[in-house]
């Protein structure tokens, strides 16, 4: 067999070509455009090219495979598919050196690639996670200008500041200084709540999110992230293999009688963790589930909120994988029961 590697970057990879033996049949520095990828390994048969996981590392690898190759995308992280590749010295020629090796030897950890329907689906919600912090970038800024000149605005959502700011008695020469970062911060209102009719719309003809927003605290977002996050839910195999996905789990460094557990991980993905502390804050208010309340609280009793609430991002992750893999919805009775 015929093994390739990437070394992947934005403008100029680096290819290499080995055979069984390891012997190098070719190496050199190609462009990063598809057509230019795919000339690069013709002519060596039909090859097993790996290429570690990144931005652009799906587009290459579809294009690879759609011109006859296995692609295999690996997991950066796993160590030894860098075999004694010492990174003190660290050049791209050495980098692909080592994943063709790797490829060679078996030495990689392949990574799960998303479905292309959940691929499109995180495009929607990274648009609206930018938009959302771009409008809380100048609505931060224009409370900063008023808070120069004395002026306060009264709490309330980020929709409203503007009728909160025009109803102050502002001198001109602040209006026009606020105007054009008044007049930003409508545009982006308008483009998130369009991008959130849209997301409704995707959650609504999902089964799986419609049954996961059952759960209190877990609305549309919420809902689309862990689905889009996750792809696949048989890929886990247990709700603490989620757990600790998403980095909610404790850091542990124990040895013989002496056990250690420390704070959260915060391995994998930021945003769906973020997303489920949220989701906790706001579960934890409801009344919709008085057992998940109650056992927040007595957490937050003998260790403070923030553990509590932690914790019920932790409980939440693992309900949401098992009622997505049994194919349910929420019941509050029967959380209660098993308590």
Same mark, same amino acid.
């Given at each position: 067999? %015929? ?19 390891? #012997?190098?049949?070719?190496?050199? #520095?190609?462009?990063?455009? &598809? ?5 690069? *390994? ?43 590749? #010492? &990174? /003190? ?34 495009? !929607?919600? /990274?648009?609206?996670? #930018? ?32 009728? /909160? ?29 369009? %991008? ?16 996961? &927003?059952?759960?209190?605290? %877990?609305?549309?977002? !919420?809902?689309?992230? *862990? ?7 048989? &890929? *886990? ?39 489920? !502390? ?6 934890? /208010? ?43 919805? *929420? ?9």
């Amino acid at each position: 067999m %015929v093994y390739g590697a990437i070394d992947l970057h934005t403008r100029k990879s680096y290819i290499r070509i080995i055979d069984a033996e390891g #012997q190098v049949q070719r190496e050199r #520095q190609v462009a990063t455009t &598809r057509d230019t990828l795919v000339h690069a *390994f013709e002519g060596a048969g039909p090859l097993r090219i790996l290429v570690e996981a990144s931005t652009e590392s799906e587009w290459v690898a579809q294009a690879l495979e759609a011109a006859g190759h296995e692609v295999v995308v690996a997991d950066p992280n796993y160590a030894p598919m860098y075999g004694a590749l #010492q &990174r /003190r010295v660290k050049t791209d020629r050495r980098d692909v050196a080592a994943l063709a090796e790797a490829n060679r030897r078996g030495w990689y950890r392949a990574t799960h690639r998303a479905s292309a329907a959940q691929r499109a689906v995180r495009q !929607v919600l /990274r648009t609206r996670r #930018q938009l959302v912090k771009a409008r809380s970038e100048i609505c931060s800024l224009r409370r900063a200008l008023l808070r120069q000149d004395g002026y306060r605005v009264p709490a309330g959502a980020a929709e409203t500041l503007s009728e /909160r700011i025009d109803a102050l008695r502002l001198p001109d020469r602040l209006v026009e200084v606020l105007a054009p970062l008044q007049q930003v911060a409508d545009t982006l209102t308008q483009e998130i709540a369009g %991008v959130d009719a849209r997301l409704e719309a995707l959650a609504a003809a999902d089964p799986v999110v419609t049954a996961l &927003r059952t759960v209190p605290g %877990v609305g549309c977002v !919420v809902g689309l992230t *862990f689905r889009a996050t996750l792809d696949d839910v048989g &890929r *886990f195999g247990s709700a603490a293999a989620v757990s600790a996905a998403v980095g909610l789990v404790p850091r542990e460094k124990s040895s013989a009688e002496r056990q250690h557990r420390g704070a959260i991980t915060k391995t994998g993905p930021r945003e769906l963790r973020r997303l489920l !502390v949220q989701a906790a804050w706001a579960c934890w /208010r409801s009344r919709r589930c008085l057992t998940l309340r109650a056992w927040a609280d007595g957490v937050a009793a003998r260790r403070g909120k923030r553990v509590a609430v932690v914790g019920l991002a932790r409980r939440l992750s693992r309900i949401l994988y098992a009622m997505w893999r049994d194919g349910t919805t *929420f019941d509050a009775a029967i959380l209660a029961r098993a308590a």
